[in-house]
């Protein structure tokens, strides 16, 4: 069973604070990885994707990803409450060329406290 | 389209009864992605097209559901004899040429009563 595990939370940070999220994944196959949030009752909206071990920056996002520990984290720069919504880590898991399937943790809830 | 169009945006179903959900793709995508999402839980891959090839339905997850991309671009997902467990948000994916993630469109909530 290929699985990426998240705590579910709720994660409560401070406004202006950095929010850290983070996902283990199983498989040692998996090559790429993207974070999704997802407001109540809305769809799942991408944000960060990473590709390669290390960090890469989007504004006030920085995902980092080790992958020989399996690890993929999500950091939110000076947290605002805007940013409260359910995170989603997704991997994708290696079953053959042109597979672009998607396997996502239940997701991490975040709270930003005003 | 500007963005992955689903509908209905919601379905209440008898128990037993057959639905159908459609999905219409950002213009040009060439893959398309039925995930299930219940509540609280992160979303299930159920199928994926290429074109109007079903190239993965692993994650369907009985023969009561099938899904159709016949000429490449829309996309229906059916339910048939629909169960209670069947209840959940069905969402719509698509992506361009190359992985790059893909965009979702707003979900089907289907309720099964």
């Known amino acids: 069973q290929k699985e990426v595990e998240q705590n579910s939370g709720p994660l409560s940070v401070p406004e202006g604070a950095i929010a850290s999220l983070n996902c283990t994944y199983s498989?040692?196959?998996?090559?790429?990885f993207f974070w999704y949030r997802q407001y109540s009752g809305k769809s799942p909206e991408l944000i960060m994707s990473?590709?390669?071990?290390g960090d890469k920056e989007d504004g006030r996002f920085t995902a980092q990803l080790n992958k020989a520990s399996q690890y993929v984290s999500l950091l939110i720069r000076d947290s605002q409450p805007s940013d409260s919504a359910t995170y989603l880590c997704?991997?994708?898991?290696?079953?053959?060329?042109?597979?672009?399937?998607?396997?996502f943790g239940k997701g991490t809830k975040l709270s930003v406290i005003p | 389209g500007a963005g992955v169009s689903q509908s209905p945006r919601y379905k209440v179903a008898k128990r037993g009864q057959d639905v159908a959900l459609r999905c219409d793709p950002i213009s040009g995508h060439v893959s398309l992605f039925w995930y299930q999402q219940a509540l609280g839980q992160g979303p299930e891959f159920l199928t994926y097209f290429q074109n109007e090839a079903q190239l993965d339905k692993s994650g369907l997850p009985s023969d009561r559901f099938f899904a159709e991309r016949p000429e490449g671009s829309v996309s229906t997902l059916k339910i048939q004899r629909t169960q209670q467990e069947d209840s959940a948000v069905y969402l719509c994916a698509s992506s361009g040429s190359g992985f790059t993630g893909y965009t979702f469109g707003s979900g089907t909530r289907l309720t099964v009563v």
């Open positions: 990473i590709y390669s071990n």
């Open positions: 997704a991997g994708n898991p290696y079953s053959g060329a042109g597979s672009y399937q998607l396997t």
């Open positions: 498989d040692r196959g998996s090559q790429s």
